[in-house]
């Protein structure tokens, strides 16, 4: 529920309030703002129904949050969240490009790969440590080790750093070295694993799991957001469909279905979304048209040589081009490049 007080609620009308509201066991949310001070009560409704808070002095009107999710909706929020990675803004206005090998490898391939990244334009780099694989088989990451090895690329370029988190155990670990928490698609729906997240400060790159709807993905969101933790990013990397030929299908009505339910940012990740290096530039500039405030694209110094998602993954020289042609569109779209 929102609750708008009147022009004249003081601050000590408000904590008054917030108050009932935390005494019935409900989350209050305080939002000031320049004409009118705007509350938030989420929890039980039928809890909320007993307050009777419409009778209150210094309350104006209630505005019921309709969607089930309630932190992340733009009815609670209409302004859009900006959020910042260790400097680089991911949000309107920009257009920031996050890119990296699948993997990190070695320190030389990690460290040259930044080195690409930052010359072409992009702004953040990614790389996992740990490897959730369809195959126990497959190369898992260097875990510890591939930490590590950001942190000398970060020292090396100054680019922040997202990798991977899959086990709640490894918090404090990823924390040493990453500047953005990325939970990927296979873990989207790992509660416990959202919740913990939501008790930092550190932004997280939350991407769409591969069956799951659009609710699903603002539902995940909001587990992050509930529990005190503002910075999240939500990516688009392609669902699972009856379609062959591509590893996914991208789905572009993400983006603007997404931008018009939160106020979040919503980065579009084209390479898992396709699976072919080829389709990676025509995608991105697709996202960019779909109103995305970024991308987040594999690019690896040596794609045949990959330890992970090598056909899908750039050759450095094609990621400037890309970068070269997205410069462009984003010009013609009023988007910066931060
Ligand atoms: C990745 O980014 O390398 C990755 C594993 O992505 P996803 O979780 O979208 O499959
Ligand atoms: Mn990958």
Do not use: W
Not at 96 to 107: D, F, Q, R, W, Y
Not at 211 to 224: P, T
């Amino acid at each position: 529920m929102i609750i708008i007080l009147k022009k004249e609620a003081t601050k000590a009308n408000a904590d008054e309030l917030l108050g009932i509201i935390e005494a019935q066991g409900l989350k209050p949310l305080y939002m000031p703002g320049s004409e009118r001070t705007v509350l938030g009560a989420l929890g039980d409704e039928r809890v909320l129904a007993t307050l009777n808070l419409e009778a209150h002095p210094y309350v104006d009107r209630l505005l019921p949050i309709l969607a089930p999710y309630k932190m992340v909706s733009r009815e609670l929020q209409a302004h859009d969240t900006v959020v910042d990675v260790d400097g680089v803004p991911i949000g309107p206005g920009h257009f920031t490009v996050i890119a990296g090998p699948c993997s990190v490898e070695s320190e030389e391939q990690i460290v040259e790969s930044a080195r690409r990244v930052k010359a072409a334009g992009g702004k953040i780099l990614r790389g996992g440590a740990y490897k959730p694989r369809s195959s126990p088989y497959a190369f898992q990451g260097l875990e510890e080790e591939g930490l590590r090895l950001l942190s000398i690329a970060k020292e090396e370029t100054g680019l922040p750093i997202v990798t991977e988190i899959i086990d709640v155990h490894d918090i404090d670990v990823v924390s040493k070295h990453a500047d953005m928490f990325q939970v990927g698609a296979r873990n989207m729906q790992n509660f416990r694993l959202l919740r913990e997240l939501g008790k930092s400060r550190k932004p997280v790159f939350l991407k769409r799991g591969m069956s799951a709807g659009y609710n699903d993905l603002l539902m995940s969101a909001e587990y992050i957001l509930s529990e005190g933790n503002p910075n999240v990013v939500l990516c688009e990397r392609g669902v699972k469909t009856f379609i062959t030929g591509t590893r996914n299908t991208l789905d572009l009505n993400a983006v603007p279905y997404l931008k018009s339910k939160t106020h979040l940012p919503v980065v579009v990740d084209p390479s898992h979304g396709t699976g072919i290096r080829e389709m990676v530039l025509p995608m991105s500039k697709a996202a960019l048209a779909a109103g995305a405030d970024g991308l987040m694209v594999e690019m690896h110094p040596h794609p045949d040589q990959a330890l992970s998602d090598g056909m899908q993954s750039l050759f450095p020289e094609q990621f400037e081009k890309l970068m070269e042609v997205i410069r462009r569109y984003a010009e013609l779209e009023g988007r910066v490049l931060p």
